[in-house]
């Protein structure tokens, strides 16, 4: 590649909010709806990355004052903030949240209102809104501040699993100190703090948690310390779990052959990569990570054509999963490479995206 066009990137999972509503108490309720105001459109809306239409939706709630309840306020804030950090306004994101009271005042408690919740006790905050709160500093600059908070947050979520251990909803709390791990972790991996990494992740597995997703994270922060056998056996371990559960779904079996394809990567045998990743597309058509990297691997092998073929098929079959920057910079990589018109490719696919891509989308990834 030339000195202008950047080194191509491999897919990375990089989720920056969990669901908002995955806490077993909602389990009560008949419908979203029930839960708070209109919240079944508010999900449809997130659900379709339509933030500015989400912002809309706030702002009209506010002022005809359709929010009767302490936490339908909260409810709607939360998504007003996430919508703002979806469309990247971080200083207005930070700005509202920080209007807020302490997320642990007695303000968001349920019993503080007994008339309105009877028999309701606890905190009425959303995960979701703790989260953000540790997010915007990161997303701001502000590291330290933003690794302070998510260490917080961790604590938070620790000590509500030791508080509930014979509870139905720990096993939720147990997803959401994983999460918040996984946000630490890939802070400290930005800065090629590995040995951090590895000894948060270790942590974890160390109280007795099988999960092959966590192990293969091990498997990666081990290759990046150079540490390729100890990343192959890591993914042994992760072949072993999946195979003990007999009918593994296809997302696991994926996850074992996109690390034995990773690993033939690294020994730069793109053939067996290539063969690995064509088995998770057949398993699973809208495996972007398998899409993605299967194009990288067909590109080092001097194949163009096909690489962009595998890409611009994805694009089309499975645009709402595809399209993801990373895919289009790389995309566009390719078509640096490969044509002299490809200022006018790259305008076309731009203007295709303009049409179908989310409100976050950020289009300076054709790089036009």
């Known amino acids: 590649m030339d000195a202008e066009t950047p080194d191509p990137q491999t897919v990375t999972t990089n989720v920056e909010t969990p669901n908002l ?8 309720f008949g419908s979203l709806n029930d839960v708070a105001h209109e919240l079944a459109s508010l999900q449809d809306l997130a659900t379709r990355g339509s933030w500015r239409s989400i912002l809309d939706k706030v702002a009209r709630a506010r002022a005809q004052s359709l929010l ?28 509202e949240i920080d209007s807020l009271e302490d997320l642990d005042s007695s303000r968001y408690h349920y019993e503080t209102y007994p008339k309105v919740y009877p028999n309701r006790v606890g905190s009425m905050v959303p995960f979701s809104l703790r989260w953000l709160y540790a997010l915007l500093p990161i997303k701001l600059g502000q590291r330290q501040e933003g690794l302070d908070r998510l260490y917080c947050l961790l604590d938070f979520v620790q000590s509500k699993i030791k508080g509930k251990e014979k509870n139905v909803s720990v096993s939720v709390w147990k997803r959401r100190e994983v999460f918040v791990m996984n946000g630490i972790i890939g802070v400290h991996l930005s800065q090629k703090e590995v040995s951090v990494c590895l000894s948060l992740i270790n942590d974890l597995l160390n109280r007795d948690y099988t999960d092959p997703i966590l192990v293969s994270k091990l498997g990666y922060i081990q290759m990046q310390m150079g540490d390729l056998e100890g990343a192959k056996s890591s993914f042994n371990v992760v072949q072993g779990l999946v195979e003990k559960q007999g009918e593994a779904s296809n997302e696991l079996k994926n996850l074992v052959s996109r690390n034995k394809a990773l690993v033939y990567v690294v020994g730069k045998d793109y053939v067996s990569a290539v063969r690995e990743y064509e088995e998770c597309i057949e398993r699973e058509q809208n495996d972007v990570v ?19 073929k595998v890409l611009e098929n994805a694009l089309e079959r499975v645009p709402t999963v595809a399209l993801n920057e990373t895919v289009v910079v790389n995309l566009c990589s390719m078509y640096e490479l490969a044509y002299v018109n490809h200022a006018d490719i790259k305008r076309t696919l731009n203007s295709w995206i303009a049409r179908v891509a989310p409100d976050d989308f950020d289009s300076s990834s054709t790089r036009i």
């Open 290 to 308: 398998a899409i993605n990297n299967k194009a990288l691997c067909l590109m080092y092998l001097r194949d163009l054509s096909d690489s962009i």
């Open 68 to 95: 009767n309840k302490p936490h339908d306020h909260l409810v709607y804030f939360t998504y007003n903030v996430l919508a703002l950090t979806k469309l990247r306004s971080f200083p207005e994101a930070s700005a």
């Open 21 to 28: 509503f995955t806490d077993p108490l909602t389990d009560q």
